[in-house]
């Protein structure tokens, strides 16, 4: 038992939410866009797998236990299911993973990942943090055409931040320093 992680967590809970309707798929999306975080495009093609394998799943285990009282509709009702679970997942995996800001706090340092469509929404972003007025101009670093790195200075705080081109979306991890030592 020592060996089970989130990471494995998150890859098997899906077998066991799928059952619930609506409500498992929802939660499936969300544990797809909390393992890969802001990169989307990975959390819509997991989900999309996942939606497609769990569907056939459940409906194949439908299939073989045949309740034959309901007959027929039950069969309808079951891909129904299956396909509004489906949409939900995706949607949900989508949307958390796209438009989502995932936080991690440590010791002395917050690193944020999140997603916008240009450089002035980061900004918007850092500043329900904190003032970016105080902040310090922006020192660029170019790493490669599609990737830079950011450095500010904020009171105490340092910030560097990492933009990364994906698509016609930008992908940022943002690290929040204290330079204070405690």
């Known amino acids: 038992m020592k060996n089970f992680t989130l990471s494995r ?13 609506i409500i498992g798929p929802f939660f499936t999306g969300l544990l797809l866009s909390y393992h890969f975080k802001t990169n989307y495009r990975l959390s819509i093609i997991s989900s999309i797998a996942y939606s497609v394998f769990l569907s056939a799943l459940t409906t194949y285990v439908f299939y073989i236990v045949k309740i034959t009282i309901l007959g027929y509709p039950f069969y309808y009702l ?83 931040y990492e933009v990364i081109k994906m698509g016609r979306a930008l992908r940022v991890r943002a690290k929040f320093e204290n330079l204070r030592n405690y």
């Not at 929404?121 to 055409?145: A, G, M, R, T």
């Open 9 to 21: 967590a998150v890859f098997l809970f899906p077998f066991l939410l799928w059952w619930v309707p």
């Open 78 to 160: 079951v891909l129904a299911f299956n396909a509004l679970g489906s949409i939900t997942c995706i949607a949900t995996a989508y949307m958390s993973s796209r438009h989502g800001t995932f936080a991690r706090m440590m010791r002395n340092t917050i690193e944020l990942e999140f997603t916008v469509n240009n450089m002035n929404e980061i900004d918007q972003i850092l500043s329900q943090y904190l003032d970016v007025s105080l902040c310090s101009k922006p020192n660029i670093k170019f790493i490669s055409e599609d990737q830079i790195e950011i450095t500010r200075l904020c009171n105490n705080l340092q910030i560097n």
